[in-house]
T-cell receptor
Framework: GENVEQHPSTLSVQEGDSAVIKCTYS??????FPWYKQELGKGPQLIID?????GEKKDQRIAVTLNKTAKHFSLHITETQPEDSAVYFCAAPAYQAGTALIFGKGTTLSVSS | GAVVSQHPSRVICKSGTSVKIECRSL??????MFWYRQFPKQSLMLMATSNEGSKATYEQGVEKDKFLINHASLTLSTLTVTSAHPEDSSFYIC????????????FGEGSRLTVL
């Protein structure tokens, strides 16, 4: 099955700075890579995803890049705001068949004003 | 995005009792739902895949007789924690795929189980 590694585990930035979180995966057949944001006591919320047929996707202040050769993908948040503070998880398909996801260990992002 | 609802959001029970958690897809039909468990400050761990009209598929190490899953309709899956013990205290989160096999999983708000 797939294995997903995520780093850093914690990230502190000043408001307005950029934040980058990186993940690596093991299964070269994986083709879908979502990022989730989880606030305390709540379920994860999908914020952006990317499929293996593109190398980059952007949605306002959030972007995701994918390097299939190196098997890693990254989340980029620009112009960070205090409300961006949360735990962010990357994920990849757990198995080649089906849609279950396996998650990275998470990154706690703190944005200070 | 698609809406997945869980109930109850919090539940406290005595050791040895059973607790049922419901997961509903509110604005779409879900033939497949997934149940995850999350311990404090840890990641989400996949427990089982719930398939409408058939038996659930459990991940290695998850006791199927302890965590009973029923997916009786295209909008409802239930997880019953039987004979709960304090070590079962956790955040249980369900998810469902919307719009066919696109891979997009939408999660419920989670259910916090505390076993005394």
């Amino acid at each position: 099955g797939e294995n997903v590694e995520q780093h850093p585990s914690t990230l502190s930035v000043q408001e307005g700075d950029s934040a980058v979180i990186k993940c690596t995966y093991s299964d070269s057949a994986s083709n879908y890579f979502p990022w989730y944001k989880q606030e305390l006591g709540k379920g994860p919320q999908l914020i952006i995803d990317i499929r293996s047929n593109v190398g980059e996707k952007k949605d306002q202040r959030i972007a995701v890049t994918l390097n299939k050769t190196a098997k890693h993908f990254s989340l980029h948040i620009t112009e960070t705001q205090p409300e961006d503070s949360a735990v962010y998880f990357c994920a990849a398909p757990a198995y080649q068949a089906g849609t279950a996801l396996i998650f990275g260990k998470g990154t706690t992002l703190s944005v200070s004003s | 995005g698609a809406v997945v609802s869980q109930h109850p959001s919090r539940v406290i029970c005595k050791s040895g009792t059973s607790v049922k958690i419901e997961c509903r897809s509110l604005d779409f039909q879900a033939t497949t739902m997934f149940w995850y468990r999350q311990f404090p400050k840890q990641s989400l761990m996949l427990m089982a895949t719930s398939n409408e009209g058939s038996k659930a598929t459990y991940e290695q190490g998850v006791e199927k007789d302890k965590f009973l899953i029923n997916h009786a309709s295209l909008t409802l899956s239930t997880l019953t924690v039987t004979s709960a013990h304090p070590e079962d205290s956790s955040f249980y989160i369900c998810s469902a795929v919307a719009g066919g096999n696109t891979g997009e999983l939408f999660f419920g708000e989670g259910s916090r189980l505390t076993v005394l």
